[in-house]
T-cell receptor, first 110, second 114 residues
Framework: RKEVEQDPGPFNVPEGATVAFNCTYS??????FFWYRQDCRKEPKLLMSVYSSGNEDGRFTAQLNRASQYISLLIRDSKLSDSATYLCAVNFNTGNQFYFGTGTSLTVIP | DGGITQSPKYLFRKEGQNVTLSCEQNLNHDAMYWYRQDPGQGLRLIYYSQIVNDFQKGDIAEGYSVSREKKESFPLTVTSAQKNPTAFYLC?????????????FGNGTRLTVT
């Protein structure tokens, strides 16, 4: 079983739609959680950290459910520029290792 | 500006040759990492280092070697023992003192071995 799993998609949504991605992790001792955005043939860039109480940054909302061991990312009012691959990352409490999901591909359609 | 610099951006080698990928950071981060990304497989950890002169194997270390002689530098050597070296290689760093500190990535090196 992979340490971190994501639905690869692709998700094709119209502009203005709300879309949500989930990411499950296997290690209950995981310490910290992040969402990254990766554009085609580029490096991943930090989108936002995920805090226990949930957090919001503009149109983006991240949530953590420790009991069910998943994190989620909600994008409201999707823009064409949101088209990218979204990667979740989990920092396990063993040697400060980061594990990544395979990424979820999002395409926002005009 | 602070950041992580990987070079070169594209690298072409013949099978059987060792090749070294450069990674330098001026963020004063303690921890540095090497990941490999293949289509549809996400990022897989090759090696990581929490402190100078110390490093640990990740999930796919076979065929790779690293050194961490300076805090700023974490070069990765892809040896001829690596069976499928063609991939996108990403170097990253973080402040290892805090588990809540995210990874910051360099812009990657695309290695093609023929």
């Amino acid at each position: 079983r992979k340490e971190v799993e994501q639905d690869p998609g692709p998700f094709n949504v119209p502009e203005g739609a709300t879309v949500a991605f989930n990411c499950t992790y296997s290690n209950s001792a995981s310490q910290s959680f992040f969402w990254y955005r990766q554009d085609c043939r580029k490096e991943p860039k930090l989108l936002m950290s995920v805090y226990s109480s949930g957090n919001e940054d503009g149109r983006f909302t991240a949530q953590l459910n420790r009991a069910s061991q998943y994190i989620s990312l909600l994008i409201r009012d999707s823009k064409l520029s949101d088209s990218a691959t979204y990667l979740c990352a989990v920092n396990f409490n063993t040697g400060n290792q980061f594990y990544f999901g395979t990424g979820t591909s999002l395409t926002v359609i005009p | 500006d602070g950041g992580i610099t990987q070079s070169p951006k594209y690298l072409f080698r013949k099978e059987g040759q060792n090749v070294t990928l450069s990674c330098e950071q001026n963020l004063n981060h303690d921890a540095m990492y090497w990941y490999r990304q293949d289509p549809g497989q996400g990022l897989r950890l090759i090696y990581y280092s929490q402190i100078v002169n110390d490093f640990q194997k990740g999930d796919i270390a076979e065929g790779y070697s690293v050194s961490r002689e300076k805090k700023e530098s974490f070069p990765l050597t892809v040896t001829s023992a690596q069976k499928n070296p063609t991939a996108f290689y990403l170097c990253a760093s973080s402040i290892s003192r805090s588990y809540n500190s995210p990874l910051h990535f360099g812009n990657g090196t695309r290695l093609t071995v023929t």
